[in-house]
Each structure stands twice: as C-alpha cells, then as structure tokens.
C-alpha cells in the first residue's frame, strides 16, 4: 500500500476543507508534519485509522468529539455540518479514494449530535475513471492491510513499546501470521479436511465390493453347465444305443418268431403309426396356419353388418347407385336439349329444372368405391364359412385319426403281448428286453426334458449376474476414483501443514535476526533481541556466554519495538515477493508516526532518525519543534519529499506565538487566533524542484 | 501419502525464507493444482468470517481436477 493524500473537512482541529496533503513517496520516501502541541498531529495520525477501520489510538483524547468546534458552533440549531477524511493511496497499481464522513448538527438542547458514520470508496480504473467497487469497502480495506495489524504503521512514537504490552502480545503472533498468510494457510488444510471428510463418506456409502462373491458364484454356475452339457451328451449317446438295440432286438424278435404274417401285420401296423402321428403333426400345423390367417375374419361381423347399414341408409336415400349420374345432366346441357326434345336454353325454366337435377345425381367415385367395399365384404364373409369349414374339417380329421392311432397302438400291443406270453422262452425274453429298453428310452427322454429346464435356469442365473457384475464394476471404478480423491487431498493437506510449519518456524527465525540487525543498528548496547514461539520480543544479554534477560529502559524498548516494527515490514515484503502460491500483496507498507523521537536521548533519536527512512517504504513523521532538533534533521533532511507546517491560531489573547526555521524560512507555528476560534490551518513548506 | 513424515527429518531450520514452498513445488501435478487452487479460493474469502459454500467449492476443486 502506497499512501498518496489525505484531506479533511470540519475533522477536530480542521476548520472547513484543508488543502490536499500530498504524502511523498518513492527516493525520497519521507513526508515531514511539524506542529505544537495540540496543533493536531495526533488527528492527523488518527485521520488515517479513522478512515480506514473507524479505529483511534490510545494518546486520541475524546474521539467522541470529531468534528471542528468553530464549524459547528456557526451553524443554526438543526443544520448539519459535514465532517469527513478521505485518503487516497495506491495497491497493487490501482488507485482507491476512501472517504469516511458523518453529518454533525446541535439539537434544541444544543447538544451535538452525530448521525451515522458512512465509508464510502471508488477506485480508478484503467481508463482514468473513477468507479464504485464491486465488494464492501471493509473488506477491500482488510485485504489490503488488515485491521488487526494497523497499529503497526500508524503508531504513537512516545508510546511506541504499549503496543507489545503483555496482554496484546499473544495478538503479534496471530497478527504477524495473518500478514504472512497463515490464516489463508489455515483455512485451506481446514476446509480440505473438510473435503477429505465428505470424500470419505461418499467412499463409505458406496460400500464394499461384491465382485469377487459375484464373480464366484458365476463360475460355479458356469461349470454346473457344462456338466449338464455333458449329462445331456451321454443321454444323446445312450439313446441313440438304446434305439439300435431296439431296433436289432425287434429284428430277432420277428425273425424268431418265424411268423412272416405277424411280421408283415407288425410293420404295416408300425408305419400305419408312423403315418397317423405325421397326419396329426401337419393338421394341427395346419390348424395354426389357419388360425393365424384367416382368424381375424370371424371378428368381422359387427363391422361387416355396420357396413350394410350403412350401404341401406345410401340406397334409401336413392345415392345408391345413383338413378342418374352428374355427367350426363351436364351433358344434357351442353347438348340444349332434354331427352324428352325439349330445347334447354341457358335461363329457361327447364334449363334450370334439369340443372337442379345435377345435385342430386350420384357421384361416380364414391358409387365405385361402394361397389368394391361391397364385393370385398361379401368375399369376407365367404372367408369365414371357409375359415370354420376348413377348422371343423381339421378337428374331425384329427380326431378320426386319434382313434385309428389308439387302435393301432392297441394291435402292436397285442402283437407284443402276444410275445410276452410266447411259449418260447427266447422270445418271451426277448420281448422282455425290448420292453425294458423302451422304458429305458423313455426315461432318458424324460431326464433330458429335467436337464433342458436346469439349464435354461442356469443360464437366467448366469445372465442375472453378469449384469450385477456389471454394475460392481462401475461401483469399484467409483471407489477407485473417491480412494485417488481421498489421497490427494490428504497429500494436499500434509503439504500445507509443512508449508505453515515451514512459514512458522523459518519466518520467525528470519524475522529474529533481522530484528537484531536493526536493533544492532541503532542501539549501542550489547543486547539481543529475542523472538519466542508467540512472537514475544525480549531483550537479552549474553556478555558472560548465557542469555540474560535485560531489564530494558523505555527508549531500549522504543528502539526494540522500532526495530519488531522495521523487522516485520522487511521480512513480510521478503515473504510476499518470494511465495508465489499465496500470492500476498504486501510488498509496500508505509509507516505513519507520531512524536517518534520522544523520549530517546541524542544518540538514539540520530540513529532511529538514520532507520526509519529505511526501514519502512513510505514514511509520515508528525513532530514537535523540540523533537525536530539537529541530528534529526540531519538524518532526515535527505529523505524529505514534502513538508507540511500544522499553524495553530490560538482563540488566547495574549498566547505566546511561535515559529519554526525550514531551510532560512520562518514559518508560523503558534498564532493569534483573528475569529475567537481556535483551529489549525495546514501550509505546505516550498521546497526548491530539483531537475 | 506420509509424505511430511518423511521430509520432516531433512528439512533444516534456517532463517531462509526460499525453500518454504518448496512442499508444493514438489508436489504431483494434481496435487499441486489442488493446493493453488484452493489458497486462491481461500485467499480471496479471507475476510468473509464465515464464507459461504467455501466447502462445496473446495471438494468441485478437487473433483474436476482429479478424475
């Protein structure tokens, strides 16, 4: 942050709008306020943290009273009076104006009142214009310098060690972190264990994988197939032998029992089966056919008796067929002359009554279509005479066909009974065997229809966990995914807890000794600043080889703060150029100070006058005419880009006025007041232009 | 995973303040875009006490970035 000018209006001291004070910046980084007691240093000092978090310092008496006496007290009872500061500075190359204001009026009473104390900013864009920011202003304000920090930059010189006082000292160390970015640091390993979290359940909900239980149960199911495919193999194989041992056994049977009539009775009778069943199988193949073709037409009825109706209605009508068509009406016409001779001359009654009977004449398209329908329905109906004849005549067949089968079978079975109780013994026998063996037949078949039935169960059950399978897959693809998630946030976590620990430990380490540095610099002591854990800063001594903690004077502690101060402004822009990931935009940090040389003797004031220009990147000194003594001045003068006197017009008659000396120039700093008000008026020391 | 335990032993203790970031530099492509991204989300929700659907947004970082 680079500050570039305040301004105030009716604020404290400040009678109307004061001049723009242009703070200095760059080589000559230094802007020099000089002002008695009571000319308003401290406001001024306090302008700034008004402006930015509505905040005062410690030394700021009744910040209840802001704005300008004399201003209040010339308006009427009930009129307000502005009072306002507004700052511009610059950050990250874009300018903001802040400008915080209240109106101020006397009731009936003559009591002050205050109305509510508004924050308003715009910021310049590229283009030169200024525009309204998109987030609050607080907020703007906090990223750029936090709050928390602010009585680092604009402090009390005199009372430059309250700030480290024991009960804010736990506050450095959050302070200092946040200005390093430890909170954004904090944050993030929160929030992502936050994530880290929700991963994990979302892991959990998907829950464990079944593949493997599924995957084991499809293979069981697999071979369990195959054997059955195996079962039904041997089957095939056995029956096929059962068929030829039937086939021979019924060979010897009929060759033994030397009875070429009952052999011939036994074959005629076999194919005779053989026919009768082929009958059965086509006919009700036949029956399907039917069914299937022609079923639909004895559904048609309703329809077809709807569709004479429909014809009667027209033909009652006299549409159907129409007696006289349209084209011979017009016909007639054309021609002039009526069938009955009668001349039809356009406009004539007879013209007309002949014309008349043009609408009521058929027309040849529909008449046709009628006709055809008709044919069709009639044919349909005829169809379904056909479909019931052919079906009736199907189911007599079959059934006339049964009953020769059930003879026939009843006459082999005599033929076989016959052989069962043979005299013959071989024959009986071989009878026997064949019996057995068609019994044989008959159960393989019977086992085959039981292993179709289990596999085609097997292979439902095959099919349903396949696609369980399936989704497992997915699932476990899912899992795989959340687990790679969980890891990389973890890994992410533990990174960002090294980073902070790294921030921590290194930082402070770094900011210790660039503490000591300055500290060095300035004080001619032996002793060495020390930073603990919590950032609290100690003077020791070690002259005798151990650390000692030093009782330190005020002006030790001064400079020990000054040098806490300096440190941290070093160290934080070091920081913030070398973290790329953070990304701080603390690079600039300018120093407001109050009084700073107070209560330091001559030595220190030279030294703390030879490092604050150095140590901080833009630097307001507010000072009395005593504190401005030579060897300030000395250090300073280089460093000077503006210089400001604070006048301050005393309402005492008979005050002792006061001046000071700038470069052979005398300027007023205590005088008269010419209104009976008391204020304080800004002018600017002119400095030669240096080309 | 475990990495910080590992590193914990050889990270020296100094007063540099270069190799402080050096536990994202070396991270895992992945990785390192997750950090980037979620202290740039950070970052700019830093003065919000309590930012809204920041946790919703950490966890859409880290899903679209590993897939």
């Known amino acids: ?691 | 995973m475990g990495w910080a335990k590992s590193h914990l032993k050889t990270m020296s203790i100094d007063t540099n303040l270069d190799n402080i970031q050096e536990p994202i530099t070396t991270a895992s492509p992945e990785v390192r875009q997750i950090i980037e991204q979620v202290l740039k989300l950070e970052k700019d929700k830093l003065y919000l006490k309590a930012p809204r659907n920041i946790n919703d947004d950490v966890l859409t970082i880290i899903k679209e970035i590993v897939t």
Not at chain 1, 68 to 74: D, L, P, Q, T, V
Not at chain 1, 121 to 136: E, K, N, V
Not at chain 1, 290 to 303: A, D, N, P, Q
Request: hydrophobic share 35%.
């Open chain 1, 1 to 691: 942050m680079k500050l570039i000018s305040i301004k105030l209006c009716n604020f404290r001291q400040f009678y109307g709008k004061t001049p723009e004070i242009i703070l200095s910046s760059g080589q000559k980084n230094t802007t020099m306020i000089h002002g008695n007691n009571g000319a308003g240093k401290t406001t001024i000092l306090n302008a700034f943290t008004w402006i930015l978090y509505q905040q005062f310092t410690a030394a700021f008496a009744s910040p209840e009273l802001l704005v300008n006496k004399r201003a209040i007290s010339e308006v009427n009872i009930g009129t307000s009076v502005e009072c306002y500061a507004e700052i511009i500075l610059e950050h990250e190359n874009k300018r903001y104006q802040i400008k915080r204001r209240c109106f101020v009026y006397r009731d009936q009473d003559n009591k002050i009142q205050y109305g509510q104390i508004q924050l308003f900013m715009s910021f310049a864009g590229d283009d030169g214009c200024w525009y309204p920011p998109m987030q609050q202003p607080e907020e703007i304000i906090n990223r750029i310098l936090p709050e928390s920090l602010y009585q680092y930059f604009f402090f009390d010189g005199e009372h430059i060690e309250h700030i480290f006082r024991s009960s804010e000292k736990n506050t450095i160390a959050e302070d200092t972190k946040e200005l390093l970015g430890v909170k954004i640091l904090d944050r993030a390993i929160e929030h992502l264990k936050k994530a880290k979290k929700t991963l994990q359940d979302e892991l959990n909900e998907l829950g464990e994988s079944d593949i493997k239980k599924l995957l084991t149960q499809k293979n069981k199911l697999e071979q369990e197939h195959t054997k059955t495919n195996q079962t039904k193999e041997n089957h095939l194989q056995k029956l096929s032998q059962y068929e030829e041992l039937k086939k021979i056994l019924t060979q010897q049977l009929l060759e033994l029992s030397g009875a070429e009539e009952l052999k011939q009775l036994k074959e005629k009778l076999e194919n005779q089966e053989k026919t009768l069943r082929n009958n059965l199988v086509n006919t009700k193949q036949k029956i399907k056919k039917t069914l299937s073709s022609k079923g639909y037409t004895i559904l048609l009825t309703e329809v077809n008796s709807e569709f004479y109706q429909l014809i009667e209605e027209l033909r009652n009508r006299g549409e159907l067929p129409s007696g006289i068509k349209q084209k011979f009406i017009e016909q007639l016409l054309d021609r002039q002359q009526c069938i009955c001779g009668n001349q039809l001359h356009e406009g004539t009654e007879q013209y007309l009554q002949v014309q008349s009977w043009k609408n009521k004449a058929g027309i040849a398209d529909v008449e046709e279509a009628a006709i055809r329908l008709e044919s069709n329905v009639i044919e349909l109906e005829k169809q379904v005479e056909d479909f019931w004849n052919n079906i009736d005549t199907d189911q007599s067949n079959i059934q006339q066909w049964r009953l020769e089968l059930s003879q026939v079978e009843t006459e082999l079975d005599n033929i076989k009974n016959k052989f069962r109780h043979a005299p013959d013994e071989d024959l009986k026998n071989l009878q026997k065997r064949l019996d057995e063996i068609e019994e044989s037949i008959r159960e393989v078949i019977l086992e085959q229809g039981v292993i179709k039935q289990q596999q085609e169960i097997i292979t439902k059950e095959i099919d349903t966990l396949e696609k369980q399978i399936s989704k497992q897959k997915i699932k476990e693809e899912k899992q795989a995914l959340a687990q790679k998630r969980i890891n990389s946030t973890q890994d992410a976590i533990e990174r960002l807890q090294e980073v902070r620990k790294r921030v921590e430990s290194q930082f402070r380490l770094s900011l210790e000794k660039r503490v000591q540095d300055i500290f060095n610099s300035i004080s001619f002591t032996p002793y060495i600043p020390r930073i603990n854990s919590d950032y609290e800063i100690r003077l020791v001594e070690n002259t005798s080889g151990v650390a000692v903690p030093v009782a330190a004077s005020t002006g030790e502690n001064q400079i020990l703060s000054l040098s806490f101060i300096g440190g941290i402004i070093d160290r934080v822009r070091d920081w913030s150029q070398k973290n790329t990931f953070i990304g701080l935009d603390s690079s600039t940090f300018p120093m407001v100070m109050d009084s700073p040389f107070g209560s330091l003797d001559e030595i220190y004031r030279r030294q703390v006058a030879k490092a604050i220009p150095q140590i901080a990147n833009q630097l307001i000194v507010l000072v009395t005419k005593t504190q401005w003594r030579g060897e300030v001045e000395t250090e300073m003068r280089k460093y000077i880009g503006k210089e400001y006197i604070l006048v301050y017009h005393s309402p005492k008659p008979d005050c002792e006025e006061d001046s000071i000396n700038i470069d052979g120039i005398t300027y007023p700093l205590v005088v008269r007041s010419s209104n009976g008000y008391e204020y304080t008026e800004i002018i600017e020391v002119e400095k030669e232009i240096e080309f």
